[in-house]
């Protein structure tokens, strides 16, 4: 499976911007559907978005739909999470994965990237 390091995470004041960034390794992050999750204090990990491996088509969760944009740059095998009007509840540290045929996380989680929003 594609390695993967999500990065750009901080701490970020209520309606501000943030973007993460996912650096995969290996030739095959093309190939891949990826997502975005994330896990609260507390909380089960949840699902947040998902693009296509050729990036012409994005799914998000409800609760980011509007706010966040996910991208990729295959040629850079990385992918991005555009984050704006961020609120207290994006708290979070948040994980890519790379997504099998049913959009299921594959392979072992990386360490994250903390995303902290004060109000």
């Known amino acids: 499976h594609v390695q993967l390091v999500e990065s750009g995470g901080g701490s970020v004041q209520a309606g501000g911007p943030l973007r993460l960034s996912c650096a995969a390794s290996g030739r095959t992050f093309s190939t891949y559907e990826m997502g975005w999750f994330r896990q609260a204090p507390g909380k089960e990990r949840e699902f947040v978005a998902a693009?296509?491996?050729?990036?012409?088509?994005?799914y998000y969760a409800d609760s980011v739909k509007g706010r966040f944009t996910i991208s990729r740059d295959n040629a850079k095998y990385t992918m991005y999470l555009q984050m704006n009007s961020l609120k207290p509840e994006d708290t979070a540290v948040y994980y890519c994965a790379a997504l099998d045929g049913d959009y299921r996380p594959i392979g072992s989680w990386g360490q994250g990237t903390h995303v902290t929003v004060s109000s």
């Open positions: 693009i296509t491996w050729s990036g012409d088509n994005t």
